[in-house]
């Protein structure tokens, strides 16, 4: 077996999840169940975990921080316009600017992001297993993810 130098540095492959605290599980699946379809990988008192195909979100539960300003994630969707929809309907005020952010009830900066516009792929099986075996990209991101040498198959 080969040892690798000590100066060699790990590669940072991907994100496998994103905790978020909230004030309470209970709530906090109830809000963001009125907004995506959610299937939960797991549950306990103080933390849930949906399922986001090879991903996950962790639900945290008592969140002591304020709420978020420049801090957030982006969660990659299917349909834009469903979420800006169910905001709407749920009277979640969106934030300034050109995209799709909102805060949640406990702080946490959630800025919607459509899978077709970005330079993130699933594999063709993780499609499927999600139910979304058609969705597809945009030139400008099959364009983006070709300079960076990797081809959706």
């Known amino acids: 077996m080969t040892q690798e130098p000590e100066t060699a540095k790990a590669r940072a492959v991907g994100i496998n999840h994103v905790a978020l605290e909230v ?4 709530a906090a699946l109830e809000f963001y169940g009125a907004i ?3 299937s939960l990988r797991g549950r306990s008192e103080t933390m849930a975990f949906i399922d986001l195909g090879d991903q996950f979100i962790a639900l945290s539960a008592k969140r002591t921080r304020p709420p978020d300003t420049d801090r957030h994630f982006g969660l990659v969707v299917d349909d834009t ?24 009830p406990w702080g946490n900066h959630v800025q919607i992001v459509t899978y077709e516009d970005i ?6 099986e993780v499609l499927r297993a999600m139910g ?5 990209k945009s030139e400008g991101a099959l364009r983006e993810l070709a300079e960076k040498g990797i081809a959706p198959r």
């Not at 749920?90 to 050109?98: D, F, I, R, Y």
């Not at 330079?119 to 063709?124: A, E, G, S, W, Y």
């Not at 979304?132 to 597809?136: Q, T």
């Open 81 to 104: 316009g469903a979420v800006r929809r169910a905001l709407e309907e749920m009277s979640v005020e969106l934030l300034p600017g050109g995209g799709l952010d909102f805060l949640d």
């Open 132 to 136: 979304l075996g058609g969705l597809g």
């Open 23 to 26: 004030g309470d599980i209970d």
């Open 119 to 124: 330079q993130f792929t699933k594999t063709p």
């Open 36 to 38: 995506f379809e959610i």
